[in-house]
């Protein structure tokens, strides 16, 4: 049986979950980019083409942020997005950035986790508390004496 987390730790979760997008998607951003811009050939090699991975990260940094406004479409598709990209990698023969793939997973999968959950409590809780009544509220309004 999975214990229960406090707000707190659930909110830290969330939060590495966008931090790790925002990580991976600027340094893909700026990976591509110094591929196509500088023309460092190591790189245009290795990747075919820099404008694709530069959009990558655009995309990644994008689902980053509507993870971070609470979404959990977004945070679901950067986990498929990753998780296929880490499979594609392996299949490869390319097995330098497992490691850091599968952390990089583990905190958006975790971050998916406590997502789904401060999603869940919100709903079980009251949307708004009622607001407090005074005085004046508890009392029936008298009539208006009439002026003729």
């Known amino acids: 049986m999975a214990k229960a987390l406090d707000e707190s730790k659930l909110r830290s979760r969330h939060r590495n979950a966008y931090i790790a997008l925002y990580i991976v998607g600027g340094l893909t951003l700026l990976l591509g980019l110094t591929a196509e811009l500088g023309r460092v050939e190591v790189l245009l090699q290795l ?3 820099g404008w694709v991975v530069a959009v990558e990260g655009l995309i990644l940094i994008a689902l980053g942020y509507f993870t971070m406004r609470g979404s959990l479409l977004a945070l679901g598709i950067a ?7 880490a499979i594609l990698t392996v299949v490869a023969g390319a097995f330098q950035g497992v490691w850091i793939r599968a952390l990089v997973l583990f905190f958006l999968i975790q971050g998916f986790i406590a997502l789904r ?3 869940r409590r919100q709903r079980a809780s009251p949307a708004s508390p009622s607001p407090p009544t005074t005085a004046s509220d508890a009392l029936p309004n008298p009539e208006r004496p009439t002026t003729s």
């Not at 986990?79 to 990209?85: K, Q």
Request: hydrophobic letters at 30%; charged letters at 30%; glycine letters at 24%.
């Open 79 to 85: 986990i498929g997005i990753y998780g296929i990209d």
């Open 117 to 119: 959950e401060r999603k």
């Open 47 to 49: 990747f075919g083409s």
